[in-house]
């Protein structure tokens, strides 16, 4: 996507996670964060996976580090995973193939899934080598809840995208052909309507009152609320809704 709909898309061109390529998306979500030229992110993969997971011959590699090293690597995953998940701008990602294990809680940190309906697959495989998704269930159970996680999870059964949809997981599924048309006028439509620091507060409080207790809750929502009334975007919203004016965001 183009600048001519504020946007950026990302393509992985590998379809396996591996520290170089970890790297790499860490970087290019670290660009587009700090750009104010995108106002969202289409996340693809390249290939006719999304993502098949980690790479295993890397993961054996690993099996021979030390504790202390493993630990660095996994968090270097886990910023991955936590960058996506925290953007300030909405992300989507396109699903044509199986994302599996570790693709799969690539696509879970994402704002909107959208999977094609003929070639999507997705599931928590882990098990089936001896491993666990340790750092993507939390994300995962943040997205559907304990128990759907747990059924996934537990089971390592690989999921269809109608199956998907039906947990939750995804946004929508969608003819294998017209996918990417999909999403691009869903994020054209998505950046046309709403306010960009909108966005960015509502996902911050996504990200935040999770862990909260109720009373700091309320009173961390109460205060994002103040905050946002007098927000530039807010008096340009109402004062062009009052005045009957497209608003132009």
């Known amino acids: 996507m183009g600048n001519a709909l504020a946007g950026a898309a990302i393509a992985a061109e590998d379809d396996v996670l591996y520290d170089a390529m970890v790297q790499e998306l860490t970087d290019a979500f670290s660009f587009f964060q700090r750009s104010l030229s995108f106002r969202a992110i ?3 993969g ?15 590699k690993l099996s021979s580090y030390s504790l202390e090293q493993n630990q660095e690597d996994s968090r270097n995953l886990m910023r ?37 309906k003929e070639k999507a697959k997705f599931g928590y495989t882990e098990a089936r080598i001896g491993f666990i998704p340790a750092i993507v269930m939390i994300f995962l159970i943040r997205r559907i809840g304990e128990g759907r996680a747990r059924e996934m999870i537990l089971s390592s059964r690989i ?10 997981l995804i946004s929508a599924v969608i003819d294998d052909e017209e996918i990417e ?11 046309e309507e709403n306010s960009s620091s909108s966005l960015a507060r509502s996902k911050e409080m996504f990200a935040t009152i999770s862990d909260m207790e109720l009373t700091k809750a309320l009173d961390y929502a109460a205060m994002m609320n103040a905050v946002t009334r007098m927000s530039a975007d807010c008096k340009k919203g109402i004062a062009s809704f009052l005045n009957k004016e497209k608003i132009i965001w």
Do not use: H, N
């Not at 953007?87 to 909107?112: H, N, Q």
């Open 46 to 60: 390249e290939g006719a996976s999304f993502c098949a997971g980690a790479d295993l011959e890397y993961l054996q």
């Open 181 to 191: 048309q999909f999403a691009l006028e869903f994020t054209q439509q998505l950046i």
């Open 42 to 44: 289409i996340l693809q």
């Open 159 to 168: 999921f269809s995208a109608k199956e998907a949809y039906d947990i939750r």
């Open 80 to 116: 991955l995973f936590r960058l996506i998940y925290e953007m300030k701008k909405p992300v989507i990602a396109v699903v044509k193939g199986p994302a599996l294990a570790g693709g799969c809680g690539l696509a879970t940190v994402c704002d909107f899934i959208f999977a094609s």
